[in-house]
């Protein structure tokens, strides 16, 4: 089945610096990578998302990127703010009809003002 | 608001309990999923329903079950509960339930075993 890593665990960085987020998957018939954002206690949210036909996707500070071949992607914050503090979980989805989201282990991303 | 409604939002119940969680889906929905988080597991697929029919499965133990109603909310049934069930169970709704659509999350029920 799919399992998806996802690094770092934890992400400190101050207010206006960059954030990168790395995740790999194992099942090459993956073809939906969703991006969530959970902050303490809460729902999951989902914040961006890309398909397996786009190399690429953005919304305004935060973008995300897929590497089919080495199965990887990526999410990329852009002048963080502090209310980008949460935890951010990557996954993973195949199948023809349904859906089986595999997440990643999450990452505690802080931002410092 | 996700627009997924999830009842109750906290449950404390004991060991060899049976429990009812609920699950409203976002108007227009037909597919729901069920999803357990805890510290040791992380985010963990169950079970994904589509027009009140099960169309996949995860690690969902023998003692769960769930099942998709006509009016498209969803039950899911923990019984025999034992104290490692204790987590934040969390539903999902999406339009068509296909491997590349939206899933959104409601606010989840956690619960507690004693």
């Known amino acids: 089945g799919e399992n998806v890593e996802q690094h770092p665990s934890t992400l400190s960085v101050q207010e206006g610096d960059s954030a990168v987020i790395k995740c790999t998957y194992s099942?090459?018939?993956?073809?939906?990578f969703p991006w969530y954002k959970q902050e303490l206690g809460k729902r999951p949210q989902l914040i961006i998302d890309i398909r397996s036909n786009v190399g690429e996707k953005k919304d305004q500070r935060i973008a995300v990127t897929l590497n089919k071949t080495a199965k990887h992607f990526s999410l990329h914050i852009t002048e963080t703010q502090p209310e980008d503090s949460a935890v951010y979980f990557c996954?993973?989805?195949?199948?023809?009809?349904?859906?089986?989201?595999?997440f990643g282990t999450g990452t505690r991303l802080l931002v410092s003002p | 608001d996700s627009g997924v409604t999830q009842t109750p939002k906290h449950l404390i119940t004991a060991t060899g309990q049976r429990v009812t969680l609920r699950c409203s889906p976002r108007?227009?929905?037909?597919?729901v999923y069920w999803y357990q988080q805890s510290l040791d597991q992380g985010l963990q697929f169950l079970i994904q329903?589509?027009?009140?029919?099960?169309?996949a499965k995860g690690n969902i133990l023998e003692r769960f079950s769930a099942q998709q109603f006509p009016d498209l909310h969803s039950e899911l049934n923990l019984s025999s509960l034992e104290l490692g069930d204790s987590a934040l169970y969390f539903c999902?709704?999406?339009?068509?339930?296909?491997?590349?659509?939206?899933?959104?999350f409601g606010q989840g029920t956690r619960l507690t075993v004693v």
């Open positions: 996954a993973a989805s195949s199948g023809t009809g349904f859906q089986k989201l595999v």
């Open positions: 099942d090459s018939a993956s073809n939906y």
């Open positions: 329903y589509y027009n009140g029919e099960e169309r």
């Open positions: 999902a709704s999406s339009v068509t339930g296909g491997a590349d659509t939206e899933a959104f």
């Open positions: 108007s227009g929905d037909l597919s």
